[in-house]
């Protein structure tokens, strides 16, 4: 049993990615011939029949009542019929199915400036194992946990299920298990959700048999017992220990869901019914496991004139981002704090302006930056566009108007007016063109083929005990990756990756760990209690080459970063911290498990863009 890890999810960011999520998967495919002859209302009503039967437990669970011997049987029930109907669920509707089974946290409305306290099945499971909690809350959370799953049974029922939209729902339902069932972010307070990982895979091959087993048995029988055996065999496994601390998640994902997987993805393709073609997606639908190095898809992250960007737009951005001409000063460029050869960070505690002073942020790695929905270290930045603005904008930085392009830059390097008509056909009169080519070699910079990588995707077998035991504890007892969600590693949250977290941890001053940093981070946007000292969660890949760490540079090594999250962080320290999203407790790490989380860490580090220039 282990404790909630809080997060803040602010509201606006979720509507509006889930809602254009959900816009552009709603046009319906023509289906093909093999589709007309699969009864596809056989699967609705599976997912129909399953969220029925979660609202009919829930009706029991409000019966048997508050703190009774069956009360949380009868709701892990519940749960269990929900987590059948969550991938048509999701898909459909997207932010209804977050607050249903996303964080107990209370929400911040931009529009109103209200806080909203937290609902759903994981406000209701702290509700169940709290017994010091008023009964009425009991009864309340249930009513409108009600409610949600009435408005998911309702759009089930209404929108039919296709071809397109099974393969996408069932990707989506693949991806939760390898990033929040695995991690036991389903289930924080009771880690329930390792034995939900079962009862997902079985509901796969139930919806599998009932739409589109026969065609794959006429098309290739092969493939068909490839997906039985790979499903029993990694429900055979998670079914011989669902404990939570000891379940081993390094074996589990390489040994047992990738193959579970790669012949899902076989499946799709032998079906012929569903090409895995779209742009509202991040997933590369033809990625045989979420570990490749082309799993997902860097420009669903840029803006919609960039995506698919060329070599021309790459090369000038590159070439843009090393000059230091950009600057008002000529003096500093974007690598003067971002270095590839120091992970594409500068080495230093705080970074140095334009004027040889010290700005007040430690520089994050720029190393798969282009996977996050909010920007800086305390996520003011809602687009990488925007980021790069506000640095030209900055006195301290390059202190040049955005508006405004410098002739002067034209006049010291003349191979920039032809750079810039072959990638956007003109010689810009602004600075917009120049942030758009930045920001499209910046989504060029992704690193995922570490150490990790290739052992977890099978290809090479090289990782030792620590290193393994380091993964199990990230994903395990330390906590670590119900923020930083496998495999980013970042704060950007899976299936639907519309919004990046930020989270309230209590970084010192210094690393005496005597007092609070005086940074309010995200505070400032809207002046909100519940926002100070809220910082975003960064990657941790290739954190081997990135230190000092935290948002002030106050931890010179790894093993002070796990030595400050052991003890409970700002508040674990002393700290006066009403609203710190990270757990309170001693997470009881030993020495060896320290090492090992450092070792597994290390792990993380792809050179493939770390060189000097």
């Known amino acids: 049993m282990f404790k909630n890890c809080f997060k803040i ?10 809602k254009k999520a959900s816009e552009k998967i709603e046009q319906v495919p023509k289906s093909s011939q093999e589709s007309s002859n699969i009864d596809w209302g056989k699967g609705q009503k599976y997912y129909s029949s399953q969220i029925i039967e979660a609202i009919k437990w829930l009706d029991t669970l409000q019966k048997v009542g508050f703190l009774q011997e069956e009360t949380k049987p009868t709701f892990f029930r519940v749960r269990s019929f929900f987590k059948k109907a969550e991938p048509f669920a999701g898909y459909l509707n997207p932010e209804t199915t977050h607050k249903t089974n996303g964080p107990a946290l209370p929400i911040y409305k931009e529009d109103s400036g209200k806080v909203v306290q937290p609902v759903g099945f994981q406000k209701l499971e702290e509700t169940i194992y709290d017994d010091s909690v008023n009964q009425d809350d009991f009864y309340r959370e249930i009513r409108v946990l009600k409610g949600l799953l009435n408005n998911l049974k309702n759009m089930i029922g209404q929108r039919p299920l296709t071809e397109k939209r099974f393969f996408i729902a069932t990707h989506q339902q693949l991806m939760r298990i390898n990033s929040l069932s695995v991690v036991g972010f389903d289930t924080p307070v009771s880690g329930e959700s390792i034995k939900e990982i079962s009862l997902s895979l079985k509901s796969l091959f139930e919806m599998y048999e009932l739409t589109i087993q026969n065609l794959i048995v006429e098309k290739d029988k092969e493939v068909d017992v490839s997906l039985k055996s790979a499903i029993d065999k990694a429900v055979h496994f998670v079914d011989g220990n669902t404990d939570f601390e000891t379940f081993d998640r390094y074996t589990f994902i390489r040994d047992y869901f990738n193959p579970v997987v790669r012949v899902w993805v076989k499946v799709r393709k032998v079906s012929g019914l569903w090409d895995g073609k779209t742009n509202a997606h991040i997933f590369n639908f033809d990625a045989p496991t979420f570990f490749e190095k082309d799993s997902f898809k860097a420009d669903f992250f840029l803006d919609f004139n960039d995506k698919k960007p060329s070599i021309e737009k790459i090369e000038l951005g590159e070439k843009l981002f090393f000059d230091k001409n950009l600057s008002g000063t000529g003096n500093v460029s974007c690598a003067t704090c971002h270095l590839p050869e120091q992970g594409y960070t500068d080495g230093l505690k705080l970074s140095i302006g334009n004027q040889g002073s010290r700005l007040k942020r430690n520089s994050p790695t720029l190393l798969n930056s282009v996977y996050q929905r909010n920007f800086f270290w305390d996520g003011r930045a809602g687009t990488i566009e925007s980021q790069i603005k506000s640095v030209f904008n900055n006195k301290q930085e390059f202190a040049t108007e955005v508006h405004r392009f410098s002739d002067n830059i034209l006049e010291k390097d003349t191979t920039y007016r032809s750079m810039f008509v072959k990638a956007f056909g003109k010689v810009p009169a602004s600075n917009r063109e120049t942030i758009r080519a930045i920001s499209t070699y910046l989504s060029t910079l992704q690193s995922f083929n570490s150490k990790f990588d290739k052992n977890i995707r099978g290809e090479e077998d090289t990782y030792t005990a620590s290193e393994k035991n380091g993964f199990n504890l990230f994903t395990g007892k330390a906590l670590c990756a119900t923020c930083h969600f496998i495999p980013l590693t970042n704060g950007t949250v899976p299936p639907f990756f519309a919004e990046t977290e930020k989270e309230v941890i209590g970084v010192p001053e210094t690393k005496a760990n005597k007092k609070w940093d005086d940074d309010l981070g995200f505070y400032w946007v809207f002046e909100e209690d519940l926002h100070k000292g809220m910082f975003k969660t960064p ?28 003890k409970g962080g700002g508040a674990g320290l002393g700290f006066d911290i009403p609203h710190q999203t990270l757990p309170f407790d001693n997470l009881n790490l030993t020495e060896q498990e320290i090492k090992d989380l450092v070792a597994f860490i290390n792990t993380l580090t792809d050179n493939q863009h770390v060189k000097a220039y």
């Open 539 to 566: 990657s941790i890949r290739n954190a081997a080459l990135t230190a000092p760490y935290m948002h002030n540079g106050v931890y010179d090594s790894l093993e002070e970063v796990m030595g400050f999250y052991n």
């Open 9 to 18: 999810i602010f509201v606006a960011i979720i509507l509006t990615g889930c």
